[in-house]
Each structure stands twice: as C-alpha cells, then as structure tokens.
C-alpha cells in the first residue's frame, strides 16, 4: 500500500477530514506504524493525490487531514481484452493490469474459456474491485478501471470490435502471429489476448477480419499471467 | 506443460526411448489424455527439442519413442539480479524469469530483504528446480536457468559486479531513477531490481559506482513480480 486510497464516504465534516477502519487503519497502524503527525501518501479515487497527516489513532479507526497537491499518473491509453483466465489467474492478472495503468479490460469468452469460470465469485463487482484497489495502492494511483464482460465472441469480434478499433491499432497476442511484438505505442492501442490454451483457427481469422493484427512475441509459449504482464509493458 | 521435458534417467535402452512415471505420466494420461500411437511435443533436458511417440501407457507409466528435431529457443541474453523476494513471490518470478528466457540469476540480500527469507524451503534447490522445470515445460524450452545466491551487499556489489558488467549494460530499476527505462537491447544486459521496499540511498549509490545505471518505468510504483516481468520484457 503505497498510497492510502481514499473514497468519498471516507471523508466527514468537510472536505479534508477522513475516518478509516478496517483493512486500511489496519494497515497504517500494524505496518506503517503510524502515530499522531505523521504524514501518509493519500489519493481520493477518481481525483487527486496528497498527504494525510494523522490527527488521531486508536483501535478502531484513524482520521488524517487530508491535503491534495497533484494529479494521479496519466492512465495507460491500451484497452485490454482479455479470454477470461481461470479465478485464481484472473485475480492477480487484474491487479498486474491496474499496476500498469490499464484503464479499460474487456473480458471476453472464447472456445478454451471453460464455461465454468463466469459463474465464478472472483466476477462479482465486490472481488474485482478490490484487485483494482490493491492495484492502485501499490502504483500509487486513484483512477479506477472499468471493466465490462461479453459471453459471445462472435457478435463481439463482428459488431463491436470494429468499430472500437477504427483509427487506432489492434494487436492479437499469438504465438503463430506473423509479425514481432510491436514495441511502444504512444498513441491508444488495443491488446487482446487469448486463454491458456490459445485461440482456435476460427477465432484468429475473426479477429484478422475486425482489424487486428495478430504478432507473436518469439519463439517462447507465455503462460497467460506472464503474458499479460509482457505484453503491455512492451506496448506502455 | 507445453513441451515434455526428458532428463538424462529417463532414458531406457539407447537414445531413443524413455520411460516416465509421477508427475509426467499423470498430466499425459489425464489432462493431454494420450494414448498409443500419439505425438507429444518433449525435450531434452540441455540439449534438442523434438516429438515423443507413445508406444506403452498403464496407471503406473508411460513410454515413448523420442525423435530429436530442433534447438531449444535462444537463451534471453539478460542477467537478472534481483533482491531475494519472500518466499511464495520467489517461486512465482522464477517461473516467470525461466518463461521469458532468463538463464542467470543472482539472488542478493539487501537492506529491505527480511533476514529470514534466507531460511525459506523455497530456497533449497529441489523447491528451485521445480519452479524452473514448470517454466521449462511452459516456454518449450530444455536449458535450465543457474542460479547464485549473494548474502553480502557489498563484497558483491564493490568485488564482482563491477567484472561482471565490463563491456555490457547495466540497468537499476528503480522508481527514483533518473532516465527512463530502455527499450531493447539484443546486446548482454544486466537487470538489477530491489526489493519490494526499494533499495535505500546507499545501496544505489554503490551500484551505480559499480557501473549499474539507475533507471526507472514511470511514475507507477510496480510490486515486485509485475516489475521483474515487465522490465525483463522491455530488454527483450
């Protein structure tokens, strides 16, 4: 927790005065080992980053006065879209992709997706929030990602994907893609990649048809956490 | 377990066939579901990748008739020394470092590492080889990484790194650094990363002596196994 990430029920009477428990006053208290005066790193979601001075610590709760001096870090323009991963991958994929500064994921099915994995808990707005919190907290920002779903690839490749993708470029992570992984982008760009066990022949051709360009990234089968990671920050 | 990975005992009656049992023989029989007459895709622990072909599979065992095709893909020619992170991140960066083709790592004790992790069953190195032989069989790779352990900072960083960086870059990364993070190098790189809590001011004061330069990947501040995959990536 580099940044203590700040909602707006936090704050009482005004505009910089802040009440915490639970897993944050936890954490100031047991690990930062805060006392009356200190000064943490804070950030108010969707807004501005600061300072918290405490101004009292007991059991239960902290409150900080709270000071906003700049903007959180400029958010990475790359939408991933992403064949939903197993709960357990998913998790800490989400986090690796908020750390990076990933904005917007689309999770999409594919035919590897077992179907299982959307009745998954880790899919409930309540658990990926929170990998989006921690992502934030570790990479000191306050801009929360969106994240939406779609269950059918076709329609979405067909009618969707296109019209996403007109101006800007699109990338299909693939180990039998023809060209290199492109290396840095500026400008806005698009990643999708596929589940662990690849996408199949059909869905590649879809994806070529709406646009994407489908690169590899050498010789070596990325599993899909490592891929993630690799990929992005190739493009960031 | 994309590639097979055959060591030297597997090996029954010449070159050409092995016979396996455990772990291999399970994944083969239950999650690829075999059976006699089908092509695996196997590898020789150091040496050339190839097709294994089923002749026998029962509950115990497996065996096969290896033809032996190509080379393993070429080594990442990147040293990564990396301030020994806690136990169950170390297990996760090994995998990911060996995915990515890292072949040498270092592991370093610096200030910020807990004494303790020194003592951790991951350290020992059956716990090592494992990790290395899951990335292994992920990436189809046969070379397996070395490792080295350094519990002394300083001999280390004053007496060898400065050897081992002559004639090749060196990178720190490091959220303060002052250039950005290169992209690229088809070159010998060395990549040094600290631990979760960062190096303190002396530590990068000493490595950039010994000829490291501090650079770092924004303004995000990255936990410990997004950083090692996305700057090992940026180097590729």
């Not at 709760?61 to 323009?77: A, F, R, S």
């Amino acid at each position: 927790m580099n940044l203590i990430l700040l909602l707006k029920e936090d704050f009482i009477a005004g505009h910089d005065r802040v009440r915490l428990s639970g897993r944050r006053h936890k954490h100031i208290r047991d690990i930062l080992k805060s006392s009356v005066g200190d000064e943490l790193c804070v950030g108010v979601e969707g807004s501005r980053i600061g300072r918290g001075r405490v101004l009292a610590i007991d059991n239960k709760t902290i409150e900080m006065n709270v000071t906003l001096e700049k903007n959180p870090p400029l958010p990475l323009p790359l939408t991933l879209i992403l064949a939903l991963p197993r709960p357990l991958v998913l998790r800490r994929v989400l986090i690796h992709s908020t750390v990076l500064g990933v904005k917007k994921i689309i999770l999409l099915h594919t035919k590897r997706v077992q179907k299982s994995y959307w009745q998954s808990p880790a899919l409930t707005e309540e658990k990926i929030r929170e990998q989006f919190i921690l992502g934030l907290e570790q990479a000191k920002d306050t801009v929360m990602p969106e994240i939406q779903f779609r269950k059918r690839f076709k329609p979405f490749v067909e009618d969707e994907l296109p019209g996403m993708i007109k101006g800007i470029q699109a990338f299909v992570a693939h180990s039998e893609g023809d060209a290199a992984h492109p290396v840095k982008g500026a400008r806005p760009v698009i990643l999708v990649i596929g589940p662990e066990g690849g996408f199949i022949p059909y869905e590649i051709e879809k994806l070529k048809e709406s646009g994407c360009r489908v690169v590899n990234f050498g010789e070596r089968i990325m599993n899909l956490e490592t891929a993630v990671v690799a990929c992005i920050s190739r493009l960031m």
